[in-house]
Structures are given as structure tokens and as C-alpha cells.
């Protein structure tokens, strides 16, 4: 079985321009999440989907930050201007359910460097 | 609101030794789950564990056990027979219903 598969691995860009990431999740994972991970800190969750519907968005930074999950399966992350802060690794998880016992299963990353 | 604390930032420990890395937490939720994750340099989260807030036993899976101690609010995990691949960041996190709040890690280094 296919695992999370995120693209691109590494991004470089200037500040102000736009960049965006793509997820693609485990087959059948209804439940998609992306986080953010600053460099020596734990993952910080962003937004969480379940199925086409973002359940929970409050940390997700609205004025240049959005995502989109059309279909329920695939997920882009977009950051538009992108800011040297907004420099670390982008994270997307997918979990088959909902529930208090909700593994999730990690991609490997987009790590992001804003110049 | 839900926070994770781990206190050890790195940790060294020789190869084929059992080495205890630290987490507490901190929440008024009765139900709750907690997890810990290993992430080698390659970046990808890997999940090792988990412990449900209800659970009379402690969690194991191979090498990896959870010493959950509640009315403490730890959840420590036990690598027993460390191994060089073991070198990785390991964090705790804490989960409610589909929210997950991680601590920032302790960085484990396996010794030859």
C-alpha cells in the first residue's frame, strides 16, 4: 500500500511570490490534515479535512494561507505572498476515520525556504 | 487547552541499552489519547505507540512501551535494546478525537 506522497520535496523561492503543495493521500483515508513544523519544534496543525469539507481551519493563517481538497482525495496547500517566516516543513497526514483513536499517517514533507 | 511537555531536548544512549525519554501532559478532558511518534532525518512522522486515557495497561508494541502514569500525567516511553537506527527526533503528542497536539521533541542519539 502506497503511503502519504507529497510533492514537491524542497521548494525555494523569493518572499512575496506564491508557492503551493500537493498531497495525495493513503487510499481511503477519508480524514487529510496538513501541519506546519518549524525547524526543532513539533508539528502544528494547520487545517484538517474530512472527506471535501475543512472541519477544522482556526490555525490556518486565512489572509495568505489556503487549501483546497476537491473530491475528497488530493489536497493543495497554498501560500500566497510567501513570507521568510513562513520557512520550515509542510506536513500531510491522512487517517482512515474519525475518532479517539485516530492514527495518522504522515508524508515526508515539503520543506519550504523562503529567500 | 491541550499542552504536551517534553523536557529532555537530546539524549544519548549506548547501542543495545534501554533508554526512558520524557513526556507530560496537561488537559481537563477525562478522554484522551496519547502517541508517540519517531522522525529519522528523513523527515516522515512515523508512529510508534499509542495509550488510550481509559487503558489499565500500559501499551507495548516490540521494542517500544509506554509507561503511563495518569495521575501524574506522564506518558514516557521505553526503548529497550537500543539500536543505531533508533537515532532519530521522537515526539509525544495528544490526541482528542481527530486533533493532535505534539510536544517538541527530544533528539535520540544511539552510540556504537
Known amino acids: 500500500e502506497a503511503g502519504v506522497v507529497q510533492s514537491p520535496r524542497y521548494k525555494i523561492i523569493e518572499k512575496k511570490q506564491p508557492v503551493a503543495f500537493w498531497c495525495n493521500p493513503i487510499?481511503?483515508?477519508?480524514?487529510l490534515y496538513w501541519y506546519l513544523q518549524n525547524l526543532g519544534q513539533g508539528p502544528e496543525l494547520l487545517i484538517r479535512?474530512?472527506?471535501?469539507?475543512?472541519?477544522?481551519d482556526s490555525q490556518l493563517p486565512k489572509d495568505r494561507f489556503s487549501a483546497e481538497r476537491l473530491k475528497g482525495v488530493d489536497s493543495t496547500l497554498k501560500i500566497q505572498p510567501a513570507e521568510l517566516g513562513d520557512s520550515a516543513v509542510y506536513l500531510c497526514a491522512s487517517s482512515p476515520r474519525r475518532g479517539s483513536y485516530n492514527e495518522q499517517f504522515f508524508g515526508p514533507g515539503t520543506r519550504l525556504t523562503v529567500l | 487547552a491541550q499542552k504536551i511537555t517534553q523536557t529532555q531536548p537530546g539524549m544519548f544512549v549506548q547501542e543495545k541499552e534501554a533508554v526512558t525519554l520524557d513526556c507530560t501532559y496537561d488537559t481537563s478532558d477525562p478522554s484522551y489519547g496519547l502517541f508517540w511518534y519517531k522522525q529519522p532525518s528523513s523527515g516522515e512522522m512515523i508512529f510508534l505507540i499509542y495509550q488510550g486515557s481509559y487503558d489499565q495497561q500500559n501499551a507495548t508494541e516490540g521494542r517500544y512501551s509506554l509507561n503511563f502514569q495518569k495521575a501524574r500525567k506522564s506518558a514516557n516511553l521505553v526503548i529497550s535494546a537500543s539500536q543505531l537506527g533508533d537515532s532519530a527526533m521522537y515526539f509525544c503528542a495528544m490526541g482528542r478525537g481527530s486533533r493532535l497536539t505534539f510536544g517538541e521533541g527530544t533528539q535520540l542519539t544511539v552510540n556504537p
Open positions: 487510499s481511503g483515508h477519508n480524514t
Open positions: 479535512y474530512e472527506n471535501e469539507e475543512a472541519v477544522d
